[in-house]
């Protein structure tokens, strides 16, 4: 009974992870069921070309690439909505709204660095660097700037989706 329960989490991690030589939809839907948020994960992969040509890692590569995206463009839209905000009219607001900047700023910089890392086959690292992206839109999803609910719901999904098929193929 008890290796029968160690040894059926081992068998469901292992058939998470697509064969080197599956490609194109058939992978990014065999990979995307194991996500979270399916319907995000399918269609941030269709929505890049590349995703249908790509073998296994370099989707895993394509989801980082997608997720550095999302990253950069809600810090992008985050800074244009706080540079317009007056610190006087919402001292609070403007805070929440600064803290949002700051955590996207920071989670830029550092989930740049997880391709790297996927090519030298760290993907639990590489999960890690997705995961500063995961909290900033966490954290500014939860902050309350009604501005920034919507746009961090996809960056939290995705990047949770992410880190998730990376942490699974490093286990296999």
């Known amino acids: 009974m008890v290796v029968l329960s160690v040894l059926i989490p081992f068998l469901l991690m292992n058939s998470c992870v697509a064969t080197s030589e599956e490609k194109g939809a058939a992978l990014i839907r065999k990979t995307c069921n194991h996500a979270t948020y399916e319907k995000i994960c399918i269609s941030m992969f269709e929505s890049d070309p590349r995703s249908f040509k ?102 939290y999904k995705f990047t949770y989706d992410t880190m998730t098929l990376l942490y699974i193929s490093q286990s296999s």
């Open 54 to 155: 790509a073998y296994h890692t370099g989707l895993l590569r394509i989801g980082i690439e997608l997720s550095v995206s999302l990253t950069n463009d809600t810090l992008s839209y985050i800074s244009k909505v706080f540079d317009n905000t007056s610190e006087t009219s919402n001292h609070t607001l403007w805070l929440k709204m600064q803290d949002c900047h700051n955590n996207y700023d920071f989670a830029v910089f550092e989930i740049s660095q997880a391709t790297d890392l996927v090519n030298i086959g760290l993907y639990c690292d590489a999960s890690t660097q997705v995961d500063f992206a995961f909290q900033a839109a966490f954290l500014c999803y939860t902050s309350g700037v009604p501005q920034f609910v919507e746009i961090n719901k996809k960056v």
